[in-house]
């Protein structure tokens, strides 16, 4: 024979059960969200500055390459090594994703040039001590 007493009590204690275990993550989570805000924003003070380039876009002249040249500027009073990668956007199965680019010396207001990039191909710069940037290549200009 069954006991409904025993069962009613039974089904009463689990939502409260439940209602429990809810209140006490959200409660022991808490302190966590507060250390985890606080590490959030230190890193941010702590950012390398900007690389100090500025990049325009230009139409190819090779009718059967990429349409498009990247002309980057050094903007600095220092030679800046800058490394590039450039991440292809279409790419056939058997291809590479990207297409690293050695390191390059910039001169303080010499200009280098990246070519065969094709359109919406994002570039990536990086150099020691700065910030990466990104250039995305337009669609048509």
């Known amino acids: 024979m ?9 089904t009463r204690s689990r ?17 966590t ?3 985890a805000d606080a590490v959030t924003l230190q890193p941010l003070a702590d ?4 690389l100090p380039l500025t990049g325009t876009f230009e139409k190819g002249s090779n ?3 990429a349409p498009f040249i990247l002309k980057l500027k050094n903007n600095s009073k220092a030679t800046l090594k800058v490394s590039a990668k450039i991440l292809l956007a279409v ?4 291809m590479d994703k990207a297409r690293d680019l050695p390191e390059h010396a910039i001169e ?11 359109a919406d191909d994002r570039v990536i710069l ?5 910030e990466s940037v990104e250039f995305r290549a337009p669609f048509k200009l």
């Open 2 to 10: 069954i006991n409904f007493n025993s069962l009613r009590s039974v």
């Open 15 to 31: 939502p409260l059960l439940a209602l429990a275990c809810a209140v006490s993550l959200t409660l022991a989570s808490a302190p």
């Open 33 to 35: 969200l507060t250390a």
């Open 47 to 50: 950012k390398a500055p900007a």
């Open 63 to 65: 009718a059967e390459g």
């Open 91 to 94: 790419v056939h199965h058997a």
């Open 108 to 118: 303080p207001g010499a200009v280098w040039i990246i070519t065969d990039i094709a």
């Open 126 to 130: 990086s150099a020691p001590g700065y």
